[in-house]
């Protein structure tokens, strides 16, 4: 029977080693899900910190993109609006070139003091209306920069 009792010890001392060490077993599959637990957090942090510098990015790209936009869209409309009164410039002293040409046709019925009062008269109509074709040059300039700017 000694022989089944130190079998019997041998396999309580084995089963009492391989307890203790399972313990420990334990002890260490804590630290190491704790650890990875911690490890995993880090990993979460620093990945919702670079969506939001990515969001960041994004967000400013959009901003830059729209001013440029912007930009373009305000050259675009000065432009057009300079083109635009040039031309209405351009119509106006067509017209006041055709009634000064009629003006003075008409003039030519006349004589003497009358002719020059009549043909002086046409040409101050015609002076005025350059003056005015000058000023409405200014006021597009002046707008169309405002734009650009």
């Known amino acids: 029977m000694n022989i089944w009792k130190c079998a019997a010890l ?25 650890a990875a637990a911690v490890k995993g957090s880090e990993r979460v942090m620093d990945a919702k910190r670079d ?5 960041i990015k994004a ?18 409309q000065a432009d057009a609006l300079q083109k ?30 009358d002719f020059n009062n009549c043909k002086s008269l046409a040409q101050a109509d015609l002076d005025a209306a350059k003056a005015q074709a000058d ?7 002046s707008e169309a920069k405002e734009l650009k700017n």
């Open 84 to 113: 635009t009164g040039n031309a209405e410039v351009k119509v106006s002293l067509a017209q006041a070139k055709s009634d000064y040409d009629v003006a003075v046709a008409k003039c030519r019925a006349l004589t003497g003091a």
């Open 51 to 55: 969506a939001a510098n990515a969001e």
């Open 135 to 141: 000023v409405t040059r200014q006021d597009v300039k």
């Open 10 to 34: 041998g396999a309580l001392g084995v089963l009492a080693i391989s307890g203790c060490s399972r313990h420990e077993s334990v002890a260490d599959a804590q630290r190491q899900a704790d």
């Open 59 to 76: 967000g400013e790209a959009v901003a830059m993109a729209e001013d440029k936009a912007v930009n373009q869209v305000d050259r675009a």
